[in-house]
């Protein structure tokens, strides 16, 4: 055999399937998750049904934006943060008028910027819950928040950062899951140009009898997705075993660990800028008769314990919890420090990752606030004791 | 800009090998010269400021080589020319010693005398371990006469060279440069991009596929905090892990390095020949990190005076030899430790041979005594891998007291699962029962083997249809893994 005919067979073979996965992905993607449409069906379906939308990670966004727009009116408070809220209810909370704004990833800079969005943009807004994950680094970042102007609902995503995602492992591995879905169906063709041609699933029922669809599902687990209220199912994830949670505790505190370097990465000292526009919004929301509420996360029992001992992180996590803590009380801002569930009652199988609860966990934590309950806690909460006397901030 | 990315892959290399050929057919000088300019252009893409260091260090050390040179030509006197050399060293050793060793002899100098001396981080050039070898041993050949042509524009080509700059292999002056000289590499060759993509193709799909994926499990053990307790099992299959990230990273980067330069037409020298399959500590050092092992033996070594005044003094060569050479690749006691560790084992494996004991057990063992031989080897290696990988001595005495089983043997809390375990079982078939790269492909001599002796195995590369279906599929893999980006392990030395 020529070389020339070996090179002609080695380029086609590496080219034409890459060329084939660009094109399936990218067009995969363009109805899809990159689609800016499919935030706006999905509220359209989610308002017909009050089902469980199951949508794309990058459409997460632009679907809460749209939802809360459509719900506006009847909202008197938000819950911001990322994915380690998003199990939090107005219920655990005794409000109603409650939606979980929460998107997973979402760090500091954009809770900031979208509590000063949200402040101005909904006057009836008397109260907010903002999430500082400090374990996640989210409050360190550099990034400043970004000025909140009329946040457009829908963003989009470049052609060029779809072209690059098209060839990446996850994004192959699923096309594969995907063609074997496909070939099972019965009808090969037809499951290829119906997912070719809609980003939808389908709609199901879950086992609650509530409807689902998924709208071009980063991850297709059915009922995994978004309530009425803006909070996560997280179905079909698994909580922590006995094994599991000393092997999360015990990786938690590498130091090539995520939270170690996270906590290490400004010396434990949060972004005072994000502090500062906070306390704009609560001054804001108590002009209201409102409150801001600051919430530092559960984490898995026994961790912020292990975060706070250990010697790669203690300094700084112990200077992270110190400036949050006297930041809250001297601008009279309520603050409930989480970290430590254990205190709380929450147990490890309420979790199913370090830093993830399925909302079992925030049941016990206002549970456990007891008489400090919303809506009077909330107005003023901090003169408030429970049966015990204590603060209802910790 | 790494071999395994986008940039690299997509952009600069079509680039730069459609410019050399197009240069080419103008002049072979200009095609050299945009060879070099490309390679500066390479090293500048990870940081321009160190640029200038290197094109410095490049004019420093041509200069001295003329110099050298035309003294020894001009028949002056042997101390002169020693003398020469010895400036020539010096400022290379110098440079090296700055930005590599500075802030660890100070930091040990202030916990020597209990100070708190505010030392400031001093950022290592990339390569700079590579090229300063590199250009040491050109002055040496060049005071010994084996360094024959003075052409800058080669000379710069030599030690800038793409392929090799940023993590070896280190290559001689006397390999090179008559390659540089030879017409038919200016000419695209159909047979050297099939033979140059093939190698790179299986350089990159070690690197992606295979050593890339130990990374997080490895580091699941070593980046524990220090006085974890380890069982034995943990210990053993990140200490595992590590020996194959090692090897697949390090011998992946040398044959992606090999392929690129085939491309060219030019040949580089081996760097690995299945050094986990040998049979004792000598043998491997033969068949690890093979460029580095002869300018260890060639520059350091045979100048001490090798085994030339007796066992004693023999031995002793090898202590300082292996010591230096673990200093060679980082500044840190972890190193110096892994060095000596070698030189003991160099030191035993020589004392062994001189006593005849491996004639004793081979003729006890008949047939089992390759195996058994070859596991202890690895098992003496992966020993030494604690010291290699460990961030220090407090962390790696932790790794070791787990793997004597001092802590138990398993837990039903370990750091690595057996699931991890298992996988690398697949891994370790390749790495003993496959032929390597160069076996793959010893028909068409891909590279320099410096008389090695590479047997043709049955698995062997021909421009077939279904070996191009298979290195196609693996290349297919590769780019589906070229976003998850992670740097050569040995671009830090």
Redesign the interface.
Known sequence: MSYSRYLSVLGLTILIPALAIVAINYRIGAIGWANPEIAATAVRWQRETHGIVNIAVPQERNFKFLSLADREPGVKGVILGASTVQSLRGADLGLHGVYNFAISSNDTAAVVTEAEYLADAMPQLEWMVASLDWVLGYVYRDEPPSVPDKVEQTSTISTAAQLEDTLTLPRVVGLRARLVEWVQSGAPVQAAVQALTSPLSGPYRCTDGVPGEGFAASDPTPCAGFRWDGTMSFEGQQPITETGHRLVLARSLQQNGEYVQSIRSHRGMPNEEYLRDLTQVAATLRARGGRMIVLLPPLLPGLERELLSSTDTAEYAGLTKRVIHRWAADHDITLIDAGASEDFGCQFSDFFDGHHNFGGCYDKIFTKLGDCRAPAWLLPPLERKDEHGKNCSR | MLFNS?EFIGVYLPIVVALFFIMARLNHRLAAASLAVASVAFYGYWDVRYVPLLLGSVAFNYLFGVAISRNARNGASPATVRAWLACGIAGDLVLLGYFKYFNFLLGSAAAIAGADWNIVPIVLPLGISFFTFTQIAFLVDTSQGKAQEYNFVHYTLFVTYFPHLIAGPILHHKEMMPQFAKPEIYRIS??N??IG??IFIIGLFKKLDLADGLAHVV??VF????G?RFVAMEAWAAVLGYALQLYFDFSGYSDMAVGLSRLFGIKLPINFNSPYKAANIIEFWRCWHMTLSRFLRDYLYIPLGGNRHGSGRRYLNLMITMALGGLWHGAGWTYVIWGSLHGLYLVANHGWQHLGGGRILSRLLGRLWRPTACLLTFGCVCVAWVFFRA?DVEHALDILRGMTGINGVLS??M?IGKRDTVEMLPLLAIVWLLPNAYEFMARVEPALTAGLQLRPRRLQW????P???A???M??LC??????VTPFLYFQF
């Open positions: 986008y159909l047979e991009l099939a993509g093939t580091a699941r980046e524990a905090p220090a974890t961030p039903s809390a750091h021909r421009p077939t249809v070996m191009a279906l290195i196609g599929v290349g297919f780019i589906t893994l070229l976003r998850r």
